[in-house]
């Protein structure tokens, strides 16, 4: 997988397995799956079968058992936590289950921190948060 | 308090204590310019017994030379410990705050938050807290000045702009150095948490 190439993100035969006292727990037995720029995917499934240890291991929050885990064309593993971190905030975005916005700031101030992040000014990022909550009707809370 | 020259006590508080009236452990003399001191000296010396007289310099010379050897160092190591306490007491606030936000920490990085953002949020809480105490501290300092010298004229507490930095500068290490336990402690926190 490169860079140019048209997936973003590749999990090639990943097991992910947590130790435990009671012998430890297998969350992804062998995965293989490929996102490709534009796709929307849906990923469903009962609680505890390893959605969220899934999607970790995409956003190279956590490393797998065994397996090679892609993302933009590098193996996660080769990327440093700068450049992970780095990645999370530029070219990934989360929606958490719970939302977890933070609630010692205002609604744009939780907007703007994700763009402060991602290297944009002050302005730059109130700027560009007003402009993504007045698409939700949202600029005036 | 009498074995040495440097006494914060009024005479009067002196007298009280003693239980004595009448009972001096100095004089100041003051003398017209261009008197004979040598004749002055030796006039008092016939007429009093068992005294010290000191000229003006070597009392100023005494005067400091007891406050560098007992009473500066002693107000140097209640400083310092001042400074560890308070040191200790502003890292175990930053600290408590850490762990109260410790999910936040752990959603900020999640989301890709640069390594010394939440740092920078730590350092900058502890500068404020800091500010904020000095603020107060200077602002109750000078009405204190002022009770103190009515209380106790004697007591002298004169301030310059150059010590006020000092103390100002020194306040703002100490903001530095208790914020660097909780960094370390967010540096623990793991994106990770936010999903279990």
């Known amino acids: 997988m490169n860079e140019n190439s048209n997936q973003i993100a590749q999990l090639v035969n990943v097991t992910k397995r947590y130790e435990g006292p009671l012998g430890g727990t297998v969350a992804l037995r062998n995965i293989s799956f490929a996102a490709s720029r534009g796709e929307m995917i849906l990923l469903l499934g009962p609680s505890g079968s390893g959605k969220t240890t899934f999607l970790t291991l995409l956003a190279g929050l956590q490393s797998p058992t065994s397996g090679e885990v892609y993302l933009f064309g590098k193996q996660t593993k080769e990327y440093s936590q700068r450049e992970l971190q780095s990645l999370r905030a530029l070219r990934l975005g989360f929606i958490f289950q719970t939302f977890f916005l933070l609630d010692s700031l205002t609604v744009i101030q939780n907007v703007m921190m994700v763009k402060r992040f991602a290297g944009a000014g002050r302005e730059e990022a109130r700027n560009a948060s007003l402009e993504y909550l007045k698409r939700f009707g949202s600029e005036l809370i | ?169 020194g306040v703002m290490i100490i903001s530095l150095i208790s914020s660097v336990l909780p960094n370390r402690r967010i540096r623990k926190i793991y994106p990770l948490e936010v999903f279990m």
């Open chain 2, 1 to 169: 308090m009498f074995v040495i020259q440097y006494a914060f006590i009024s005479l009067d508080e002196a007298h009280k204590i003693i239980g004595f009236k009448n009972v001096v452990s100095c004089y100041q003399v003051h003398t017209i310019p261009g008197s004979n001191l040598g004749k002055i000296k030796s006039d008092i010396y016939s007429g009093l017994k068992n005294i010290v007289i000191f000229d003006k310099a070597t009392f100023i010379k005494n005067n400091i030379q007891e406050m560098e050897s007992g009473i500066i160092p002693l107000l140097f190591i209640v400083t310092l410990i001042s400074a560890i306490v308070l040191t200790a007491i502003l890292s175990l606030i930053l600290s408590v705050s850490v762990l109260e936000k410790r999910n936040d920490f752990a959603i900020m990085k999640a989301l890709g938050s640069p390594r010394g953002f939440i740092s920078g949020l730590v350092v900058r809480l502890s500068v404020i807290l800091s500010l904020t105490g000095l603020a107060f501290a200077l602002v109750l300092f000078f009405p204190m000045v002022w009770i103190v010298e009515r209380i106790s004229p004697e007591v002298s507490a004169k301030t310059s702009v150059f010590q006020i930095l000092v103390v100002s500068s």
